[in-house]
């Protein structure tokens, strides 16, 4: 059976204090591992698609990186528009289309 | 790009109505399209993935009967919940891929469902 899991569960930041997220994984066949935010009372955005270890995708202050047993969301410099809950799921070559998501890190980041 | 519209946004309806959620791609069509039920500070569970002209497929655990799932067309997909009641109270929130191969998931900004 396909599992992620996220830590830590809540992490709260002072701006431009950096960090990184972590997804820990096990999956038969990754096809892909996905990153997405949500935002209270919103449907996940999409952030990254990451589909081999040692690759590596960036966004503004957003880098995400990929090895065969985890998955690092680093947040370089945060801003307080930076807060939102992180989600990474995987797709195994198994299972067409669908992921198993991680339940996420609630990020706050304080001004 | 990759769009996604659910509708409505906000439920909130007597105990033993049947109630209808659409989720529309406005600009692909979308092959795979996921429902999925949202737990207060917890991750998405998924109820069913739904093909376009196919019947769905249910997770474990989910009653077909009460979640009634159609995918009429490449841009449209509705969930009723029938004979709802409060233990049916959530976040609803649909997803959908364009095509085949390894794609993210595009999705709608939910329904919150609230049965009284």
């Known amino acids: 059976e396909d599992q992620v899991t996220q830590s830590p569960e809540a992490l709260r930041l002072q701006e431009g204090e950096s960090s990184s997220l972590n997804c820990s994984y096990t999956?038969?066949?990754?096809?892909?591992l996905f990153w997405y935010r949500q935002d209270p009372g919103k449907g996940p955005e999409f952030l990254f698609t990451?589909?081999?270890a040692g690759e590596e995708k960036e966004k503004e202050r957003l880098k995400a990186t990929l090895t065969k047993k985890e998955s690092f969301l680093h947040i370089t410099a945060p801003k307080p528009e930076d807060s939102a809950t992180y989600l990474c799921a995987v797709q195994a070559r198994t299972n067409a289309g669908k992921s198993t998501f991680g339940d996420g890190t609630t990020l706050t980041v304080k001004p | 790009g990759a769009v996604v519209s659910q509708h409505p946004s906000r439920v909130i309806c007597k105990s033993g109505t049947s109630v209808k959620i659409e989720c529309r791609s406005l600009?692909?069509?979308?092959?795979?399209m996921f429902w999925y039920r949202q737990f207060p500070k917890k991750s998405l569970m998924l109820m069913a993935t739904s093909n376009e002209g196919s019947k769905a497929t249910y997770e474990q655990g989910v009653e077909k009967d009460k979640f009634l799932i159609n995918h009429a067309s490449l841009t449209l997909s509705t969930l009723t919940v029938t004979s709802a009641h409060p233990e049916d109270s959530s976040f609803y929130i649909c997803?959908?891929?364009?095509?085949?191969?390894?794609?993210?998931?595009?999705f709608g900004d939910g329904t919150r469902l609230s049965i009284l």
């Open positions: 999956v038969s066949g990754l096809r892909g």
């Open positions: 600009d692909f069509q979308a092959t795979t």
């Open positions: 997803s959908a891929i364009p095509g085949t191969g390894v794609q993210p998931q595009h």
């Open positions: 990451l589909y081999s």
